[in-house]
C-alpha cells in the first residue's frame, strides 16, 4: 500500500506530542528529547514499520526547522556573557581543533577511509549549540559561569566549520567559483545591517512593535520571520550555505529586540520552532537515515566507533584549556558537551553532497546521534555531582563548635 504523505505527517506530529512524555517515562535515563526524535523517526521510516515517508512537504517543514535551530542559536548567544575569558578560551579551542581535524581528515583521505578529508574534518570539528541550548537551559545552566564557556565554544564550534566548508567551496571551479568576493559582500551587509539594528531603533517603531507584540498582528514576530528569509534567501543566491543566512538573522533580530521586550520575542520564537518546525527537522532526519548502509557494512559499525572517539579528541580535549576558568569536572563536562554534533553534522555533509559516500555519511550521522544520546547526558551528571561535592567553607561551618570558656 502506498504510503500517503498527509498520514506521514500526521504520524510525525503524533510522535512530536507523544515524545516528551516518553522522555519523562524512561527511568533512570535523562534521554535528550531530539535523540528519541530521531530514533522514533527511524522505527516508522521505510526502512524498519514503513509506517512514514519524507516527502517534499515534510522536507520543505524540515528545512524550516532546520533554519530556525540556527537561527535561534544566532538570537541566543549572550555576546555580553561570552565575551572576554569564555569567547576566547573558545576561539583558542577552535582553533586546536582545527589543527587537529585538518591532520586527522587528510590522513584519513590518504589511508582510503573517507573521500573528502577536508569535509569530514570540518564535520568533526562542529558543535550543535543550536541542540544544546535546549538542553541547557532545561538543566538550568544556561545563564551559569558554565553556561558561558559552552555558548563561546558552541558558537565558534557553528561558525567556524561552516566558514571552513565555504572557503573551501569557494575556491573550486563551478557554482561555488568566485564566492569569496560573494561572501565578503554578504558578510559587510550583515555588519552593516547589525550597525543599524544596534544603533537606530527609531522610538515609534519600537512602540509600534511592543505595542503588536501580544495582539493578533503579532507584528515582531512576522518581521523575524521576514529577515530569516530574506537572509536565508540572499544566502544562497551569494552561492553560500543556508545555515549562514539564518544564523545570520538571528543576531540581527536579537541586536535589534533587547531588554524584556526581546525576552518575550524570543519565547515566540520558540514556541514556533520547537513546537513545530524543529521536531519535524528530526524526525525527518530519522525518516531519511540510512539505516542499511550502516548495519549492512562492516566498514561503517568501524567507522562510526572511530568518528565518536575522533569527536572527543577533536572538540573535548581543547576544552581542557580553560584551566584558569573552569574546575576539573565542569572542564570534562564542557569537553563533552563541546564534541556533541548532531545536526551540524547534518548541515556540513549536505554542504557539498556527493563529497562523502553514504557509508561515510551514515556513519558520521550515527556517531552524531550517538554523541547526542551519551555526552550531554555525561557532561549533566559531573555537573550534579560537582554541585552535590561541599565547599570548603560548607565543611567549615557545617563542624560543631567544641568552644569551652574558661
Not at 528545512?63 to 576566547?88: M, N
Not at 493578533?216 to 530569516?228: K, T
Request: aromatic content about 8%.
Amino acid at each position: 500500500m502506498e504510503i500517503s504523505e498527509l498520514h506521514s505527517l500526521l504520524l510525525i506530529l503524533v510522535i512530536a506530542g507523544s515524545a516528551p512524555f516518553l522522555c519523562e517515562w524512561i527511568p533512570h535515563i535523562r534521554l535528550p528529547l531530539v535523540v528519541l526524535e530521531i530514533v522514533l523517526g527511524i522505527l516508522i521510516g521505510p526502512q524498519v514499520l514503513k509506517l512514514a515517508i519524507a516527502g517534499p512537504t515534510i522536507q520543505v517543514f524540515a528545512t524550516f526547522g532546520l533554519a530556525f535551530l540556527f537561527f535561534l542559536v544566532g538570537f541566543e548567544i549572550d555576546y555580553p556573557a561570552i565575551r572576554g575569558r569564555p569567547l576566547a578560551v573558545g576561539v583558542l579551542g577552535w582553533l586546536a581543533s582545527l589543527i587537529i581535524c585538518l591532520s586527522v581528515g587528510f590522513g584519513l583521505q590518504a589511508a582510503g577511509i573517507v573521500e573528502s578529508g577536508l569535509i569530514v574534518g570540518a564535520a568533526m570539528s562542529t558543535t550543535a549549540l543550536g541542540t544544546l541550548l535546549p538542553i541547557l537551559r532545561d538543566a538550568n545552566e544556561l545563564r551559569t559561569k558554565f553556561g558561558a564557556y559552552v555558548m563561546a565554544s558552541g558558537a565558534m564550534g557553528e561558525f567556524g566549520p561552516i566558514l571552513l566548508v565555504v572557503l573551501a567551496l569557494s575556491s573550486g571551479e563551478g557554482e561555488h567559483s568566485g564566492s569569496i568576493l560573494l561572501m565578503l559582500v554578504f558578510t559587510l551587509i550583515i555588519i552593516v545591517g547589525a550597525f543599524i539594528a544596534f544603533k537606530y531603533r527609531p522610538p515609534r517603531i519600537i512602540l509600534l512593535l511592543q505595542k503588536k507584540m501580544h495582539t493578533s498582528a503579532q507584528l515582531p514576530v512576522r518581521l523575524s520571520i521576514l529577515v530569516l528569509a530574506s537572509l536565508v534567501i540572499l544566502a544562497r543566491d551569494f552561492g553560500l550555505d543556508a545555515v549562514l543566512g539564518a544564523l545570520a538573522a538571528g543576531v540581527l533580530v536579537a541586536l535589534a529586540s533587547p531588554g524584556v521586550h526581546g525576552e518575550s520575542l524570543r519565547h515566540k520564537l520558540e514556541a514556533i520552532s520547537f513546537g513545530f518546525f524543529a521536531p519535524i527537522f528530526f524526525i525527518g532526519t530519522g525518516l531519511r537515515y540510512d539505516l542499511n548502509a550502516l548495519i549492512s557494512n562492516k566498514m561503517a559499525l568501524l567507522q562510526l566507533p572511530m568518528f565518536l572517539v575522533l569527536f572527543l579528541v577533536i572538540r573535548g580535549l581543547p576544552a581542557l584549556m580553560a584551566r584558569r576558568d573552569l574546575d576539573l569536572r565542569s572542564r570534562i563536562a564542557l569537553g563533552f558537551l563541546s564534541s556533541t554534533q548532531l545536526p551540524l553534522v547534518i548541515a556540513i555533509i549536505g554542504m557539498k553532497s556527493g563529497a562523502v559516500s553514504t557509508v561515510t555519511a551514515a556513519s558520521l550521522i550515527g556517531a552524531g546521534m550517538v554523541s547526542l544520546l551519551l555526552f550531554p547526558v555525561v557532561a549533566l551528571n559531573l555537573r550534579r555531582a560537582k554541585e552535590q561535592i561541599p565547599s570548603e567553607t560548607s565543611l567549615e561551618v557545617s563542624l560543631p563548635l567544641k568552644m569551652e570558656l574558661p
